[in-house]
């Protein structure tokens, strides 16, 4: 049976400025099921462009507990990372989610039951939650879920 | 944008903003597993693959058909046989 995890990142919106990175192990291929975003800072009329996108090589970030979805469930396999200060080498071309909102707006984008964004069973592969651009700079929360 | 507009949708979006909030459907590419919005009136084109019996998000990787599953696992065949080399 399938188990599900979340875990929740952050970072300072610009040019690709990765919030939750996810590193896959080569015994799973985790499902993202569920993307989330929205902004901490004083609301002003700023945009960016959010993309999730698969990586081939993982980047430099603050190490981030996964937090289980069932207290009894055993530790995931996935490790993440937030707040990316090296980018992980993302796939050019391989963007399963984006969406541009305004800073003031947030969303949450859920995907149904078999439809989920299924990420490679890899020893350095993954996917990111990242801004691609940005008019301005701002810190933005993320959070991602997925079953492994 | 649009709203909700698929029969069969394979996703769902909230957007929540100082106007209000606003709900759209999701497709699933079949090749690249990819989400993308139903907008209808976008003109944006997509197709559908009669193999796949599925949706396509219109990309030119993505015309011809090759089911997502094996793309995942040539690009794990690929990742293996790379880390064999290296060892």
Redesign the interface.
Known sequence: MARNYYVNGFCTSGVDKSAVELVTT?AI?PKVYEIMVSCSAT?ASQAALWQFKRHTGTGTGTGQTVNKMDPADPTALVTAKVNNTVEPTYTA?????E?A??Q?????????PG?E??L??????GGGLKTSTSTGTAVHQGSLSWEE | MGGRGSLR??????????DGTTEHD?L?CRH????F?VVPGSGKRRGWCLMCSGPTCG?E?CVQCMP?EKR?EA??RR?RLF?ALQE
């Open positions: 080569t291929r609301p071309g391989d963007i399963p989610w969406l909102v305004n003031q707006a947030s969303f949450d984008w859920k995907a149904n439809r964004i299924v490679a069973a890899s020893a350095t592969a | 949708q394979d996703g769902y979006l909230v957007v929540s903003g100082p999701s699933q690249c597993g990819g989400h919005l990309k990787g997502f995942l690009f794990e990742e880390r």
